[in-house]
């Protein structure tokens, strides 16, 4: 029997996408390239997916486990060789333990229908992202997820209590813990989060929940000169301690082109200033919040550190404050094709870094080039986005090392939170040392020695 | 030359200790007993005890890397055939990093010394514990260590950002990162922590810190009745959110026995009550912090979850208080010899769970056992200690089975936070699955093949 009707019999008719159906859907999100796998496998449940695996392992054959396709370095391509795992079948939301605040969840649901779930106990999930509605909880798990509120909550990492993978020989790691504190031998778990799945393919998890906060308070704010923005963040986290959860800065240049070139939004503050910050605290005293927000942004002005502020008087202020700084839309149609970067560095390093990349940019491309920055200040964690004319993969190449090679001298890394993928390969040295690198080829032989899982993704074909 | 030769030629004469001088060393740290190794190797830096393992590693040299000897769980006994690597001429804090708020600081550093260097610049470190003037950062590190204020800024896992550790064949893996976010490749220092210097021996790391909290809000509550313990705890967390930094809880047998019968305290509360909470609540602004902690409290009291309540006044009080939960002394004269459990559990199964063990030891020994519970129920992580009379072996053997067997119906753990060590090597597959520990397997044998790391933890001796 072949591979394909061996695995026929394990997931049905249904189950089981070969030929022009294959190349009928999206490889990412957007929809801009087609899948480029010569099946698509949909599983329904961790069994199915470990029986395909042992198939697969017998035969040697190199899958892809994909997600909601959100992903932005190329690290759920397929190529014709190999089979891409679909997780569109095991979107089920399994329970919700209110009382220990945990959630159980299948790899294909979307993160958007867990934060509804949540809320409707009262709950709510620590990682939030622009790309909620689409990006999948397993996809999340296998990039370790960042987001919004990271500085309040932590990554996908802190969020997750357990995890069941697939290893490539089938066999089902299920350490679905759901305890806060477990000191029981290896943490597991955390081989499987971030590693793009290249070491097992996430099936399941057990989330952390917390309470849904009482207060919510929004505000964006002006600021000139990166040493009062500097300012402005260690003020708000020590007088806003634990309520702060977002500080979210983006550049002139990023909030002039999506508040106001773009016409779509009303800018709630005018152009012309340095830095924009969308701050939020949320807590569970709403009277008191909002009164302490609003005398750190008063401190602010009087001290001389902002220029200007606001705070949102409703609901619907709030989201179309976050509507401006989630506006992918706009960046893609007035900038793309460009070159997006996610990087972190050192905060006391940071304003000479944009500064150096302003100057270097313009020193290439003079007025030929655009570029916008904006980030999680907290963390940081910067998104650069910088878009060359003409636009040639000698430009996409020359930009990356313009912006890569001196976060080496800094600490800093190539990739805060998207990942590795294929796109970041290269460049990964950058950011780890020979002997760290080493070591993930180690683990990855140890783990996939027929290198059968995410082929090339982070560590490049000779691994596994 | 010989392996001890070589050795002392990288250490220097004071770096090598053999023969009586071994003996003379203890092998805990209340001085019970003796270190049993053939020698401790004290290296002064990374690229020493890099030198040292290449050349345990060619000699087959069993280690055992050993830290404040703090720990309860037999995590770093030494036999005759094995040489203790010691840390206690690596003790500097390299680093503080104020605006990134982050430390560098070598594994034999004291975790007190951490918080005195921190504080010295308005700052502090997420993790602390009872043992915290004796324990080191290294051995914290290499156990995950979890302590008082988990439910606020997490395990040791959370706080620690970067790592360097010397493999079992002498490679040095720095992976000092300092960023809050790095998704570049495989996050490797999660391989070590917790991994109780099985997989490789810790040496540096970065840690991360956090504005001292400008409030601190101390309270001790009195409770009858499971069901309104976990009410407290809910509203509390509510209430107070980010704010609750501890929520203690002592059964009444502990707090009796170390608040009165000790004679060493002043009791807060009177005797009686079924549950002591030790509440504490950080934040940024003390008027508020303090009078939304007498709220709550008056709030438990009012709707009947609470029959008594005290806020402390005064440093002093709030010290008096956590002596008496962090009094170890005091139980160890009164009810050692003793098994002692860190166990973790589901809340809604905690009080089922402890009132079936209550039963189960009176069955088994009428009024000759004692035993007290204590634990962080934020976390579902309780302390049991349990004294049977007469003390041997075979009772010792017999308790374990008691507390330990109904933790596989709950899905509860047998190590929240001390670890696994030797002593609950048998009990692990109560809390892990064959799976689980199987891959726990690999991974010892890709890392240290010749098994020479810590020989016999966690795993058992066949591992690596």
Known sequence: MDLFEAIREVVGEAGLIVGDDVRARPADWQGRAQCGA???????????????????????????????????????????????????????IESIDVIGMTMVVEAGVPLQSVHEAAAKHGLAFGVDLGARGSCSIGGNISTNAGGNTVIRYGMMRENVLGLEVVLADGTIISSMNALLKNNAGYDLKHLFIGSEGT?????????RLRPIPASETTAILAINGFDNLADVFGLASRRLGGLLSSFEVMWREGYELVAIESGRHQAPLAGGYDFY???????????????????????CLEQGLAEDAV????????????????????????????????????????????????ASLHAEWGDQVRFIVYGHIGDGNLHIIVSPRPWSPEARRRVEEIVYKPLAAINGSVSAEHGIGLEKREWLSISRTAQEIALMKQLKAALDPFGLLNPGKVLGEEAG
């Not at 701050?279 to 927000?293: I, K, N, Q």
């Not at 179309?320 to 996610?342: G, K, Y």
């Open 277 to 299: 910050v969308l701050l939020e605290a949320t807590g569970t005293d709403p009277d008191h919040d909002a009164a302490l927000v609003e005398a750190v942004l008063g401190e």
């Open 199 to 207: 070491l097992g393919i996430v099936t399941r998890a057990v989330l």
């Open 38 to 92: 010569m099946a698509v496998v949909r599983p329904r449940t961790t069994s199915e997916l470990s029986a395909i695996m042992k198939l697969c392992h017998q035969a040697r054959q190199p899958v892809v486990p994909a997600g909601g396709l959100t992903g932005l370095v190329h690290g759920v391509d397929a190529q014709e060789n190999e089979v891409q795992i679909s997780f569109e079948r095991m979107r089920a």
């Open 311 to 358: 705070i949102a008087s409703s609901k619907t202020q709030r989201n179309a404050m976050w509507e401006i700084r989630e506006d992918s839309q706009t960046v893609r149609q007035i900038l793309f094709p460009a070159s997006v970067f996610d990087v972190s560095l050192p905060l006391a390093t940071m304003n000479d870094f944009i500064e150096a990349l302003r």
